[in-house]
């Protein structure tokens, strides 16, 4: 019989091992609460990742005041010296802890395999909560939602290598991604919403109408397109706020921004007619701003008479509305004849890469030495120029950085717009949000070596 790899889950209280341990394991066999401390004793389980089958062992949450904190650090101690690789959990809503770099310090020691794990990474400022986990130099943090399962991908292709090829078996269906792409389809009522899906579809799936509020809630459906899985939601339509006045309304509207928010792609269709007006720009400005790549569909484009007239408006908006996302994908369809529809699965699916671009550190710092030398950053209070000492890239979905200086709050947004525009540029990330963010920390790979005692 071949031993199952052991992978430990260790952390702090409260940082959600119980949570993603039940998600592994597809049980709900340990116990998950908001209080601090739930869990005290080492609880093992068999967990599936993709074809990874291995032992899990959650551990008791750490402590530095507590009757109970001597003990729950030596169960910890005993089940990282059982593992063959550990996990450590950090919470990315929070600060470093103590003892978070108490852990972390004791971590760097062991000579076996060790993956950081941010965790509760949902919503829009994920990755920027995650970069403070550079700090413990630990490596590249994994940024994970136990409770939403997003990041498991991510998790799979850091433990894959780790494992020997004998244990990459007994796929668990529900562990893994079930589509290659998300897409959630918003807009205005009554734009084809509904009318598109069905025709991706091949079928009737969905009710249409001429009667603007047909769909009342988000419908997600699953579709094949060029031997590609993927997930499809269709939404209500978006009204402006202030006609949202139903209570029914006012759920599918919540139940949309819910299918917004877990989205990859987010297809927002305009009609060709009235084309992008300020509730359409609406919906794209909270798309990008919830950090999701953005495709706009202009539909019902067969029934226009000057299409080259249109088109122009369309950029034009898209240019004073969007200057945040440069070259956001535009594609002119019909879904009530399907054409253009080819087109625009191909810009979500481009979109879609770049969206998930890693570009190497070393890149990131030779080019941000050049950009430095070209425009020079402007002068601090000080009378000296703000430093850029250190970048690297904290995230994708979207692609996010951070940028280290010793006063960074003194440097102006319109530099930043500067490096924002130079990484589109330079690194083909046009059409996705980009997040750049300063921190004030030295180099965080300068870990200093830890002495043994």
Same mark, same amino acid.
């Given at each position: 019989?071949?031993?199952?790899?052991?992978?430990? $889950?260790?952390?702090?209280?409260n940082?959600?091992?119980?949570?993603?341990?039940?998600?592994?394991?597809?049980?709900?066999e340990?116990?998950v609460?908001?209080?601090?401390?739930?869990?005290?004793?080492?609880?093992?389980?068999?967990?599936?990742?993709?074809?990874?089958?291995f032992?899990?062992?959650?551990?008791?949450? $750490?402590?530095?005041?507590?009757?109970? #904190? *001597?003990a729950?650090?030596?169960?910890?101690?005993?089940?990282?010296?059982?593992?063959?690789?550990?996990?450590?959990?950090?919470?990315?809503?929070?600060?470093?802890?103590?003892?978070?770099?108490?852990?972390?310090?004791?971590?760097?020691?062991?000579?076996?395999?060790? $993956?950081?794990?941010?965790?509760?990474?949902?919503?829009?400022?994920?990755?920027?909560?995650?970069?403070?986990?550079?700090?413990?130099?630990?490596?590249?943090?994994?940024?994970?939602?136990?409770e939403?399962?997003?990041?498991?991908?991510?998790?799979?292709?850091?433990?894959?290598?780790?494992?020997?090829?004998e244990?990459?078996q007994?796929?668990?269906?529900?562990?893994?991604?079930?589509?290659?792409?998300?897409?959630?389809?918003?807009?205005r009522?009554?734009v084809?919403?509904?009318?598109?899906?069905n025709? +991706?579809?091949? =079928?009737?799936?969905?009710?249409?109408g001429?009667? #603007?509020?047909?769909?009342?809630?988000?419908?997600?459906?699953?579709?094949? %397109?060029?031997?590609?899985?993927?997930?499809?939601?269709?939404?209500?339509?978006?009204?402006?706020?202030?006609?949202? &006045?139903e209570?029914?309304?006012?759920?599918?509207?919540?139940?949309?921004?819910?299918?917004?928010?877990?989205?990859?792609?987010?297809?927002?269709?305009?009609d060709?007619?009235?084309?992008?007006?300020n509730?359409?720009?609406?919906?794209?400005?909270?798309?990008?701003?919830?950090?999701?790549? !953005? /495709?706009?569909?202009?539909?019902? %484009?067969?029934?226009?008479?000057?299409?080259?007239?249109?088109?122009?408006?369309?950029?034009?908006?898209?240019?004073?509305?969007?200057?945040?996302?440069k070259?956001?994908?535009? /594609?002119?369809?019909?879904?009530?004849?399907?054409?253009?529809?080819? !087109?625009?699965?191909?810009?979500?699916?481009?979109?879609y890469?770049? %969206?998930?671009?890693?570009?190497?550190?070393?890149?990131?710092?030779? %080019? $941000?030495?050049? @950009?430095?030398? #070209?425009?020079?950053?402007? +002068?601090a209070?000080?009378?000296?120029?703000?430093?850029?000492?250190? @970048?690297? =890239?904290?995230?994708?979905?979207?692609?996010?950085?951070?940028?280290?200086?010793?006063?960074?709050?003194?440097?102006?947004?319109?530099?930043?717009?500067?490096?924002?525009?130079?990484?589109?540029?330079?690194?083909?990330?046009?059409?996705?949000?980009?997040?750049i963010?300063?921190?004030?920390?030295?180099?965080?790979?300068?870990?200093?070596?830890? *002495?043994? &005692?």
């Open positions: 019989m071949i031993k199952k790899t052991v992978v430990a $889950l260790v952390g702090r209280t940082v959600g091992k119980s949570t993603l341990f039940n998600r592994l394991t597809g049980k709900k340990a116990i609460h908001d209080m601090p401390g739930v869990t005290r004793d080492r609880k093992e389980g068999l967990a599936h990742l993709g074809d990874l089958s032992k899990i062992i959650d551990t008791a949450g $750490l402590e530095e005041t507590s009757s109970l #904190a *001597k729950m650090w030596q169960q910890t101690e005993k089940a990282i010296e059982q593992a063959d690789i550990v996990l450590m959990m950090i919470d990315a809503r929070s600060e470093l802890t103590p003892l978070d770099m108490r852990l972390a310090t004791d971590l760097r020691r062991q000579k076996k395999p060790v $993956l950081l794990l941010a965790n509760k990474c949902e919503g829009s400022s994920q990755y920027l909560a995650a970069a403070e986990a550079y700090r413990l130099g630990l490596g590249d943090p994994i940024a994970v939602s136990g939403h399962g997003q990041g498991m991908a991510d998790l799979y292709q850091a433990l894959f290598p780790l494992f020997p090829k244990e990459q007994e796929p668990v269906k529900e562990n893994i991604p079930t589509s290659d792409l998300k897409i959630a389809i918003v807009g009522p009554n084809g919403k509904s009318t598109l899906v025709r +991706l579809l091949g =079928q009737e799936r969905l009710l249409t001429p009667e #603007a509020g047909v769909t009342r809630d988000a419908i997600s459906v699953e579709l094949t %397109w060029k031997d590609k899985k993927i997930e499809m939601t269709d939404t209500a339509g978006l009204r402006k706020r202030g006609k949202v &006045s209570s029914l309304e006012r759920i599918s509207a919540a139940d949309t921004k819910r299918a917004l928010n877990f989205a990859e792609v987010v297809i927002v269709v305009v060709a007619a009235n084309p992008l007006e509730q359409d720009l609406l919906i794209a400005r909270q798309t990008i701003e919830e950090g999701r790549a !953005l /495709v706009i569909a202009v539909n019902k %484009w067969d029934t226009i008479d000057n299409p080259r007239s249109v088109m122009s408006e369309i950029k034009e908006k898209l240019r004073v509305s969007l200057q945040q996302v070259g956001v994908p535009v /594609v002119t369809i019909s879904a009530k004849t399907g054409a253009g529809l080819d !087109l625009l699965m191909k810009e979500a699916f481009h979109i890469g770049i %969206w998930n671009k890693r570009v190497p550190t070393h890149k990131l710092n030779d %080019w $941000l030495k050049r @950009m430095t030398e #070209a425009t020079p950053p402007p +002068l209070k000080n009378g000296r120029r703000i430093p850029m000492r250190y @970048m690297t =890239q904290v995230g994708i979905r979207p692609p996010t950085f951070v940028i280290f200086s010793s006063n960074p709050d003194e440097l102006p947004e319109s530099y930043l717009r500067y490096l924002s525009n130079g990484l589109r540029r330079d690194y083909g990330l046009d059409g996705t949000p980009i997040r963010h300063m921190r004030k920390r030295e180099n965080p790979y300068a870990v200093k070596s830890d *002495k043994k &005692s």
